[in-house]
């Protein structure tokens, strides 16, 4: 069974920081491309930060330069790591896993991140 399961969210003062980890089983972590998306109330979700099979990342513009993404496919986890966090990162986050060629994206239940002023 596939699965995905996000942990590390929480409460954090606004210009701290925050690690996030998602922890796969099921499939074969090592041909997925992985991310991480958000959903802030009332807003669609959003992409954050990609790390592709071959460890490549890639960042939404809003976070580059304060978010950090990782892959340890030996633990098939893939990490978040925040700083400089201010109130447009308080958002669900969701991990997520793909494999484009065949048309696969599975999502991960989330986890809430809030950051307080």
């Known amino acids: 069974q596939v699965q995905l399961v996000e942990s590390g969210g929480g409460l954090v003062q606004f210009g701290g920081s925050l690690s996030l980890s998602c922890t796969a089983s099921?499939?074969?972590?090592?041909?997925?491309?992985m991310g991480w998306y958000r959903q802030a109330p009332g807003k669609q979700r959003e992409w954050v930060a990609t790390?592709?099979?071959?460890?490549?990342?890639n960042y939404a513009d809003s976070v580059t330069g304060r978010i950090s993404i990782s892959r340890d496919n030996a633990k098939s986890t893939v990490y978040l790591q925040m700083t400089s966090l201010n109130s447009e990162d308080t958002a669900v986050y969701y991990c997520?896993?793909?494999?484009?060629?065949?048309?696969?994206?599975?999502w991960g239940q989330g986890t809430s991140v809030t950051v307080s002023s």
């Open positions: 997520n896993a793909r494999r484009s060629l065949y048309k696969i994206n599975w």
């Open positions: 099921g499939f074969d972590f090592d041909l997925f491309d």
């Open positions: 790390v592709t099979v071959g460890g490549g990342t």
